[in-house]
C-alpha cells in the first residue's frame, strides 16, 4: 500500500453557527482544506457525521457537499460511526488512497448542533449508545459518562477535584486558538465550583456542543511535493477498533479496550510507542473520557490517568502535551467534525503552525477519536515531513 | 490493486418485522452470509442504512452488528449516500479489499422503516432531498418523482399506463422470491386502476417500504477459492458519482448524470458494455426511475426506457432482464439495505441458484443503486466463477 500524506487543512471556528447550514459549514472548511493544498479538484469527498438526519433533516450529506464546493458529480459518501465519525472518515479517506482507489481524496468532518429543527441535542448524543438496552431505559449519554466516572472514583479512590487538570490545561490551551469555542482560562477552584450536571460529572468536566466543520486533503505521499510546498504531514499509522456499545456489555467498563486495541495497532503499524509521541490529541468529551484514554493508549498505568492531569504532564511543555488547542472541552464538541479538527490541529503542530500553543520541535503526534462511551476507537499517527 | 470476489451471500426476507430490531435483522443476513461464506471471523464491517437515527434513535449502528454478530472489536463503521447507502457500502468494502487494507469484509445493508418510534417514514425518505430548497417547502420524496414522472409524460409523449411494462414485470418475478415482499403478478389493467398517490404516481408505480437486510462477504479473487467451493462470484467493476441533491439545480432534471458517469465508468472498468450485460438490477424505486435508469446506463435512448419493458425486453427471456427477484417494486426497498439485496440477487443468478428466476448461462450481471431522485449512483458489475 502507498503511503498517504495530508497537504491540506481547513477548519471552521466552533460556535453556535445559527446563520450557517451544514452545506456552508462545511463549505468554508473543505474550500480552505482545497486552498491550503493548491488543488484543483478531487477523486472523492468522505464526510464524516452523526446527527444530520435528526437535527436538520438532512441526510444524503455528501453529494450536497461535494455539490456546494464546486465539486458536482465526485464521489461522496458520508459515513458515521457517533462521536468517531470524523476520524471513521478519516480511515476510509485514507484507505482508498493508500490502496490506490482514489489518489486525491477530501475528508471532511462537520456537525450543526444549536439551531436545529427536529429534536434535541440531548436525544441526538443519545443514539451513540444502544437504544435499545441503555437510551430507552432515559439513559443520556452524560449520565452514562457519569456512571464511569462514579465507577472510576470509587475503584480507584479519587477525588472529584483530581479531574481537574484536564479541562485547566484544555482552556488554558484554548485561550490562542482562535476557532476554540471556549477562549478563557479556567482555575481548579472554578471546577470544583461548577454546576452538577449529573453528578458527579459537572460543567466543566463536560465538552461543549457547538457547529463546526474541519477538512483535510490526502494524497500519496509520492505525489505530497507536488502540492503544499513542503509542509505535507504523512500519516505514519491509521487503526480503528470496536467493543460493546452498551456499557454493561462490557467485562471490564472502566476499560477502553476499543482505545486499546486501535492504539497498538497504530504503533505497530507506525513502528514507535507512546513514548515516541510529541502530543497526543485525545477524546477529553468528559473528564473521565480523557483519563480512560491515556490509560488504554499506554501513556498512563490503570487508574493513574487523572494524575498525568494533575501532576501537569499533560500540559504543553510536560511529558505528553493533550489538548493543545483546547481539546473537546474548549474547542468545541460537533460531534462528527471532532475527528478531524483533532487531526488538523496535530497537523498544524507537525507544520509548526500552532502559534502561542506550538510544542517545540514536534515530530509525531497522534490522534484519537473515540465513538460513545468508546464502543468506536480510531487512531491516527501523523508524522512530519522530513 | 486486487480482485475482489464475492464469497457468501445473505439476506432477510423483506416484511413489516414488527418483532425485529435493526440489530436482529442485520444479524440473520450478516450470519448467512458468513455461514455461505465458511469463514471464522473477519477485518472488517461495513454497514448501508439511511434511516437508523430518525425512525429508531440508534446511530452507531455498525459498532452494534459486529458485537451482535460475535466479531465485537472489529472495525465497523455506518455509510450513508440515502437510498444509495447498500452500494455505497460495498463500494468502500470493494476499495478495502482491492487497496490491501483487509482481507475478509462483510458488508451489509439493513434498514427497518416500519414500526418505528421517533418519527413517519415519509419524514425520514425526504431526507433524501435537498431540506433547505426542497423538503421544506413541503416536497416528499414521493412528489419529487411525481415532478419527473410528469415531466417525462410531458417532454416524450408517454402516457401514464406506457408504465406499466416496469411494475407487471417486478410482481411476475417476485413469485417466485420467497424473501419479497409482494409476491403476487399484477395485470397492466390492475397498474392502470390503481389508487393515485402524488399524481401521476399511484400505489403500482412505487416500490413498497419495508424492513430487511442483506450482506455479502468479500475476499481477495486469489483466495476465494479457499472458500465458498468455487461459488465466488468476482467484482468486475465498482463505481460511483454524483449529481446536485435538488432536481431544480440540475440542467436536465431528465437526464440521470451520475447514473450515466457510473455506469461508464463501470465499463470503463470492467471493459465490457451494455451489450455485455446479461441482466441489470436497477432502481425501480418508481417507474420513471427504472425507465430514467435504463437510459443512463445506455440501454434505451433518452425518452424510450419506458418502450424496453412495454415490449417486453426486460422479462427474464428479454433481452436485458430487469428486476429478476422482483426489484424495489416488488421485492419491497428498505432503503439502505437495497444496494446489497441487488448485489445478493444478482450473486444468486451468476450462481445459478436464482430457482424459477433463473437467466440461462447468465455470467454478467449488473446493478446500480441509485440515492435520492439520482444525486447518488453506484455501479458494480459482477462476473460468474470461471
Same mark, same amino acid.
Request: cysteine-free; charged content about 20%.
Given at each position: 500500500m502507498r503511503n498517504v500524506s495530508i497537504i491540506g487543512i481547513g477548519q471552521t471556528k466552533v460556535a453556535e453557527h445559527w446563520d450557517r447550514s451544514l452545506r456552508h459549514l462545511a463549505g468554508d472548511a473543505v474550500l480552505a482544506a482545497i486552498q491550503d493544498a493548491g488543488?484543483?479538484?478531487?477523486?472523492?469527498?468522505?464526510?464524516?457525521?452523526?446527527?444530520?438526519?435528526l437535527l436538520t433533516g438532512q441526510e444524503h450529506l455528501a453529494a450536497l457537499i461535494a455539490d456546494f464546493v464546486g465539486l458536482r458529480g465526485i464521489e461522496a459518501v458520508k459515513i458515521e460511526a457517533a462521536c468517531g465519525s470524523g476520524a471513521a472518515a478519516l480511515r476510509l479517506g485514507y484507505a482508498s488512497v493508500a490502496g490506490g482507489l482514489h489518489d486525491v481524496v477530501i475528508v471532511c468532518g462537520v456537525e450543526k448542533m444549536t439551531d436545529t429543527v427536529n429534536a434535541e441535542t440531548t436525544t441526538g448524543l443519545a443514539m451513540a449508545a444502544d437504544a435499545d438496552y441503555e437510551s430507552i431505559h432515559g439513559l443520556t449519554f452524560v449520565s452514562i459518562n457519569?456512571?464511569?466516572?462514579?465507577r472510576y472514583m470509587h475503584e480507584y479512590g479519587v477525588e472529584?477535584?483530581?479531574?481537574?487538570?484536564? #479541562?485547566? %490545561?484544555?482552556?488554558?490551551?484554548?485561550?490562542h486558538n482562535a476557532n476554540a469555542m471556549f477562549r478563557r482560562p479556567i482555575t481548579a477552584e472554578q471546577f470544583a465550583r461548577a454546576?452538577?450536571?449529573?453528578? #458527579?460529572? %459537572?460543567?466543566?468536566?463536560?465538552?461543549?456542543i457547538g457547529d463546526g466543520a474541519a477538512a483535510v486533503v490526502l494524497c500519496p505521499t509520492s505525489r505530497a511535493r507536488e502540492y503544499g510546498d513542503g509542509r505535507a504531514v504523512r500519516i505514519k499509522a491509521s487503526s480503528m477498533a470496536t467493543d460493546a456499545v452498551a456499557v454493561h456489555d462490557r467485562p471490564d467498563p472502566l476499560w477502553l479496550s476499543a482505545a486499546e486495541a486501535s492504539a497498538v495497532k497504530a504503533y505497530k503499524q507506525a513502528g514507535v510507542g507512546p513514548r515516541d509521541m510529541d502530543l497526543f490529541e485525545l477524546h477529553d468529551a468528559f473528564t473521565v473520557m480523557a483519563a480512560l484514554s491515556l490509560e488504554a493508549a499506554g501513556f498512563a498505568e490503570r487508574g493513574k490517568g487523572v494524575w498525568l492531569a494533575q501532576n501537569g504532564e499533560i500540559a504543553p511543555e510536560g511529558r505528553i502535551p493533550v489538548s493543545t488547542a483546547g481539546g473537546l472541552k474548549a474547542r468545541g464538541h460537533p460531534v462528527g467534525a471532532t475527528g478531524i479538527y483533532q487531526i488538523v490541529e496535530v497537523a498544524q503542530q507537525l507544520r509548526g503552525e500552532a502559534g502561542e500553543n506550538q510544542i517545540p520541535n514536534a515530530r509525531l503526534g497522534m490522534a484519537q477519536n473515540i465513538g460513545g462511551s468508546g464502543a468506536t476507537a480510531v487512531t491516527h499517527i501523523l508524522e512530519a515531513a522530513v
Open positions: 488543488i484543483e479538484t478531487a477523486d472523492a469527498l468522505y464526510v464524516g457525521n452523526m446527527l444530520s438526519g457519569a456512571l464511569l466516572m462514579r472529584h477535584e483530581d479531574f481537574s487538570g484536564f #479541562p485547566v %490545561n484544555a482552556h488554558r490551551n484554548a485561550v454546576r452538577m450536571i449529573a453528578d #458527579p460529572i %459537572n460543567l466543566l468536566d463536560s465538552s461543549g
